[in-house]
């Protein structure tokens, strides 16, 4: 079956301008997160949805960040004003969101922003 | 604070040898503990898990183990393929604190021909 698809694959923009980073979870995951990975260095974690809990934010490095998961599917992830620094590989994640918490993580291919 | 941590960055191995890839965790509360594989331009794809009631557990080619009292997650790979060149992470779930994971830093296995 489909796995986690993110869009677009990159993203270039100049620094100031806002961005838009789209995550398609799993059909029928209802949990969903997003990392960021910068250059050669391990994951870090933004921010996790699941189901209609308010989302775990504890990640997200300022207050230009913020992300939204409409119909409990589709998340975008969105970044006011970027700066240099924002440029990583952006990855979303769905896991299937049961009552046990140890859950596998399936990743998507991740978007790769860069801000010039 | 608390970390995930590799012991090493990047192992070479021929192919046709075994690979083992070491993860050191520092909260002993971690449950939950997942290797990963991560080819270059993809995202990571999970390998293996295991849990803490666990010391030990096998996949195709893969064995993970886990010990507790030192706080350390191995990755053993068998009979090293090319195609097993990749960065592996390890990451530690900690239960109660949600589902998110927290990352090593990564190892590079580089197979020789």
């Known amino acids: 079956g489909a796995g986690v698809s993110q869009s677009p694959s990159n993203k270039v923009t100049e620094k100031g301008k806002d961005v838009e980073l789209r995550c398609d979870p799993i059909s029928g995951h209802t949990a969903l997160y997003w990392y960021r990975q910068s250059l050669g260095q391990g994951l870090e974690f933004l921010i996790y949805f699941q189901g209609n809990s308010a989302p775990d934010k504890s990640g997200l490095p300022s207050d230009r960040f913020s992300a939204e998961r409409t119909g409990g599917s589709v998340s975008t992830l969105t970044i006011q004003r970027t700066q240099q620094e924002d440029s990583a590989v952006y990855l979303c994640?769905?896991?299937?969101?049961?009552?046990?918490?140890?859950?596998?993580?399936?990743f998507g291919p991740g978007t790769r922003l860069l801000v010039l | 604070g608390e970390s995930v941590g590799l012991h090493l960055p990047t192992l070479s191995v021929q192919e046709g040898d075994n690979s083992i890839i070491n993860c050191a965790y520092s909260?002993?509360?971690?449950?939950?503990f997942i290797w990963y594989k991560q080819e270059s331009g993809k995202g990571p794809q999970f390998i293996i898990d295991?849990?803490?009631?666990?010391d030990k557990r096998q996949g195709q080619r893969v064995t993970v183990l886990l010990n507790k009292t030192v706080k350390h997650l191995s990755l053993q790979i068998a009979a090293t393929q090319p195609g097993d060149s990749a960065v592996y992470f390890c990451a530690e779930n900690k239960g109660a604190a949600g589902n998110k994971l927290t990352f090593g830093g990564g190892t590079r296995v580089l197979v020789k021909p």
């Open positions: 295991i849990r803490s009631n666990m």
């Open positions: 994640a769905s896991s299937l969101g049961g009552t046990e918490y140890q859950e596998t993580q399936y």
């Open positions: 909260n002993s509360a971690s449950d939950y």
